[in-house]
């Protein structure tokens, strides 16, 4: 499956972005992941049929949605913080892989091409 992302950019600290990210098949889930200079890889939020998984830095604020006809994820986010900066990816996991491990991203087999997120102060 081949993923395509979307909707990153600039934003003041406080603001709102939406992702988007569409996968050419189906998924059992998908996710969200994060990465700033000189840091590993972070779990952002991940969703499947019948359920959705946040990491702690994000609840309340970032919301995942998905389209399943147009096999479309969102990231909705909201309240967003100069630590928020990164280049974030979508990463799709076809077999099940990640159930009861949504943040490893090991777990996921194909990954979208990454779109810069950036929260100023």
């Known amino acids: 499956v081949q993923l395509q992302a979307s909707g990153g950019g600039l934003v003041q600290a406080g603001g709102s972005l939406r992702l988007s990210c569409t996968a050419s098949?189906?998924?059992?889930?998908m996710g969200w992941f994060r990465q700033a200079p000189g840091k590993e890889r972070e779990f952002v939020a991940q969703i499947t049929a019948s359920s959705t998984v946040y990491a702690d830095s994000v609840k309340g604020r970032f919301t995942i949605s998905g389209d399943n006809a147009k096999n479309t994820v969102y990231l909705q986010m909201n309240s967003l913080k100069p630590e928020d900066t990164a280049v974030y990816y979508c990463?799709?996991?076809?077999?099940?892989?990640?159930?009861?491990?949504?943040?490893?991203?090991?777990?996921?087999?194909?990954w979208g091409q990454g779109t810069q997120v950036t929260g100023s102060s």
């Open positions: 990463a799709a996991d076809r077999t099940a892989h990640s159930f009861g491990q949504p943040s490893a991203p090991f777990q996921y087999d194909a």
């Open positions: 098949g189906r998924t059992y889930a």
